[in-house]
């Protein structure tokens, strides 16, 4: 198959798996490479060595293209994008920040760079600093999704910009990519489809829910990490979401701050009383999500823990592996663009 996207990082399938910290794992990745797509390895959790170590073993699964992400609002991003950068990792994609610096290290090595844009404004930014790709993220998708949905997002930014864009957000199956591709996208991008697959590192108890989960069983809030994000709609959910916060309760919970910072603690402490109410809550919000969120995929607790979930869950019923579901998708498209012509006549 031929798309810009194709043409830019030299794969086969215009089908990504977004990077999702926690499930986007070297093994996980180099399955998608090796399928035909192109994964994106996750860094956000991840210190600099773990981020130098993954990179490294992406390399031993896979000789195809990979990419890797730098959530630029996580703590150690510049960290980790400085690892990425120093690898040659051939594309990089960043979210949640400006990626203009990067954007130029990573083209001075010759790698191509991608961004993941919710809106028109972060889109038009990321391809004046010189981003080759955009990645769309719409209302449906799991995570930190934008306001609008993807059917109205795509089209829109489309119009707007000159690189490729890659649609994020409500895609599991062949339908979906045409549709993307009708949009004007020139791919998709799935995370919740690649997180139920055989090779995902997700707890097998998510994999369970996912299967049983419909459209409607997700919840958009910003009561989770501070940041609007989708998530499976759970007792552990609504515990969270129900959390009042106050700089008291901040100062309780700057020990687990300063573990996901990696700053010592009575720095991080006195930075607090000095940092102001909002945030100082900002902060508690990030370690109380990023708490819930690994108690949820990596221990399948959805009693307290909370998982990112996107509402295209309700359109997954199976747990097959990447190159299924690749193969699937494929196969899906083309019979559908082949049966199209009858509805014309
Ligand atoms: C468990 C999980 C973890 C995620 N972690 C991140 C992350 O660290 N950074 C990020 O930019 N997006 C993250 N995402 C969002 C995905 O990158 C992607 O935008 C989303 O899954 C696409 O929508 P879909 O789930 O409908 O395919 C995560 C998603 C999931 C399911």
New binding site residues.
Partial sequence: MKTRITELFDIPYPILL??????STPELVAAVCNAGGLGIL?T?ILSADQTLEYVQRTRELTDKPFAA?V?LYFPGAERNARVLIEEKVPIINY??GKGDKITEAVHAYGGKVMA?VTNARHALAAQRDGADALIA?GH??????GEVTSLVLVPSLVRQVKIPVIA????ADGRGLLAALSLGADGI?????F?STVESPVNEVQKQACRASKVEDTLYTNRVDGLYARVMKTEGALRVMRKRLNPISVLFLSRKIAKLLGFPWMKLAMGILLSGYRKSIQMARMAIGFEAFQSA?IDGDNARGV????Q?TGLIEDTPTVQEVIDRIMAEASEILAALPDRFQ
């Fill in positions: 977004s990077g999702m910290s926690w499930i996750a956000g992400n959530t979210a949640l993941t993220t449906e998708a799991a995570g930190h999704g994020a957000g409500g895609f991008s799935m995370g919740t489809r997180m995929t998982l990112p979930l996107g295209v």
